[in-house]
T-cell receptor
Framework: DQQVKQNSPSLSVQEGRISILNCDYT??????FLWYKKYPAEGPTFLIS?????DKNEDGRFTVFLNKSAKHLSLHIVPSQPGDSAVYFC?????????????FGKGTLLTVNP | GAGVSQSPRYKVAKRGQDVALRCDPI?????LFWYQQALGQGPEFLTY????????KSGLPSDRFFAERPEGSVSTLKIQRTQQEDSAVYLC???????????FGPGTRLTVL
């Protein structure tokens, strides 16, 4: 049973527009959420994170929104650039003493067209 | 500075062979993690070390999987008697402490024929 779900396997947007990647989770013990970006043949690279005590975190073009009641988070990229084309993984941690253990979604392939 | 490195980058093994995958974490990072990423899936947690101590091995899929980090730096993931279902990318990550951001290596792609 997947505890972190990314229901869109792929997303295509035009350069300069907004990209919105979504993620849902089922485990109410999760209290820390992260987004990783992955290029082919490379490992995941940390992008941005958010703690459950916040509902928004912003870093440059990247903003993550958290809706705890809906168990939903989203990553907004504005404006999107061709170099943003990659697989984006949503990850979560928390609960008991295993807050180091990341649970990942399956990823969403973002393609930004010039 | 240097990131997490893993070797080999690619490994092909015949079913039944033993393999050893190496991870060099970022210097000074106390925590080290191994994840397995099957095709089309996200990474899945295998095991966690704090220095040389293996504090969590709950994600290891079977007793054919064994990990060590004897001096608290380099780690090796060993898979004995490989099976086709072991084919995956094995990712290593390290962090300054267990609750800090995890930095991933490029992974080792294991293919078992």
């Amino acid at each position: 049973d997947q505890q972190v779900k990314q229901n869109s396997p792929s997303l295509s947007v035009q350069e300069g527009r907004i990209s919105i990647l979504n993620c849902d989770y089922t485990n109410s013990m999760f209290d820390y959420f992260l987004w990783y970006k992955k290029y082919p043949a490379e490992g995941p690279t940390f992008l941005i994170s958010i703690s459950s005590i916040k509902d928004k975190n912003e870093d440059g073009r990247f903003t993550v929104f958290l809706n705890k009641s809906a168990k939903h988070l989203s990553l907004h990229i504005v404006p999107s650039q061709p170099g943003d084309s990659a697989v984006y993984f949503c990850a979560a941690s928390g609960g008991g003493g295993s807050n180091y253990k990341l649970t990942f979604g399956k990823g969403t392939l973002l393609t930004v067209n010039p | 500075g240097a990131g997490v490195s893993q070797s080999p980058r690619y490994k092909v093994a015949k079913r039944g062979q033993d393999v050893a995958l190496r991870c060099d974490p970022i210097s000074g990072h106390v925590s080290l993690f191994w994840y397995q990423q099957a095709l089309g899936q996200g990474p899945e947690f295998l095991t966690y070390f704090q220095n040389e101590a293996q504090l969590d091995k709950s994600g290891l899929p079977s007793d054919r999987f064994f990990a060590e980090r004897p001096e608290g730096s380099v780690s090796t993931l060993k898979i004995q008697r490989t099976q086709q279902e072991d084919s995956a990318v094995y990712l290593c990550a390290s962090s300054p402490s267990r609750e800090d951001t995890q930095y991933f290596g490029p992974g080792t792609r294991l293919t078992v024929l």
